[in-house]
T-cell receptor, first 116, second 108 residues
Framework: SQTIHQWPATLVQPVGSPLSLECTVEGTSNPNLYWYRQAAGRGLQLLFYSVGIGQISSEVPQNLSASRPQDRQFILSSKKLLLSDSGFYLC???????????????FGDGTRLSIL | AQRVTQPEKLLSVFKGAPVELKCNYSYSGSPELFWYVQYSRQRLQLLLRHISRESIKGFTADLNKGETSFHLKKPFAQEEDSAMYYCALQYNFNKFYFGSGTKLNVKP
């Protein structure tokens, strides 16, 4: 069966420090991969998605970047964190079937990021 | 532009009462809609999708294109239904837009 792992679970970082959050998926190949941010009292905001290695689409201009060095690995990064980067970050995957939608997403446990 | 609105941040009902969590969407194309649920200390998970026309844990949701709604309903709420519920719109095959969520609290 497919599983998704996301780490770390919590992270406290000072302003201006770099960031690297990692997400890996097992038990499937060629998944669509997603990074979301959930700010307090708000919904999930799609930050990045990827349909293949090295293919990253950014939905919201921001201080963050994403990379997909391997088929089932998705990394969220920042060179210099801002206070506004605090939040709850979720990684998700969905099956990639060309031309077909209605494929649900499967979420990781999330990372709670606090910027001091 | 696509958008999903969940007007209620919090919905409190008594056990056994009917419950309806509202979701309205805005999308020029053919919508693909989902309901996700997050129970306490658990991952966000799929509850149901409109295309399946299924009932999961007693919940149903009907897509009403005229009213652009996808409300989630259950005739008799249970305490274990207490959770955070998100309505989501899938568009352009790969993208998802989530509502801000409704916290359902079912009181004994």
């Amino acid at each position: 069966s497919q599983t998704i792992h996301q780490w770390p679970a919590t992270l406290v970082q000072p302003v201006g420090s770099p960031l690297s959050l990692e997400c890996t998926v097992e038990g499937t190949s060629n998944p669509n991969l997603y990074w979301y941010r959930q700010a307090a009292g708000r919904g999930l905001q799609l930050l990045f998605y990827s349909v293949g290695i090295g293919q990253i689409s950014s939905e919201v201009p921001q201080n963050l970047s994403a990379s997909r060095p391997q088929d089932r690995q998705f990394i969220l990064s920042s060179k210099k964190l801002l206070l506004s980067d605090s939040g709850f970050y979720l990684c998700a995957w969905s099956p990639r079937r060309r031309g077909r939608s209605n494929q649900p997403q499967h979420f990781g446990d999330g990372t709670r990021l606090s910027i001091l | 532009a696509q958008r999903v609105t969940q007007p209620e941040k919090l919905l409190s009902v008594f056990k056994g009462a009917p419950v309806e969590l509202k979701c309205n969407y805005s999308y020029s194309g053919s919508p693909e809609l989902f309901w996700y649920v997050q129970y306490s200390r658990q991952r966000l998970q799929l509850l149901l999708r409109h295309i399946s026309r299924e009932s999961i844990k007693g919940f149903t949701a009907d897509l009403n294109k005229g009213e652009t709604s996808f409300h989630l309903k259950k005739p008799f709420a249970q305490e274990e239904d207490s959770a955070m519920y998100y309505c989501a719109l899938q568009y352009n095959f790969n993208k998802f837009y989530f509502g801000s969520g409704t916290k359902l609290n079912v009181k004994p």
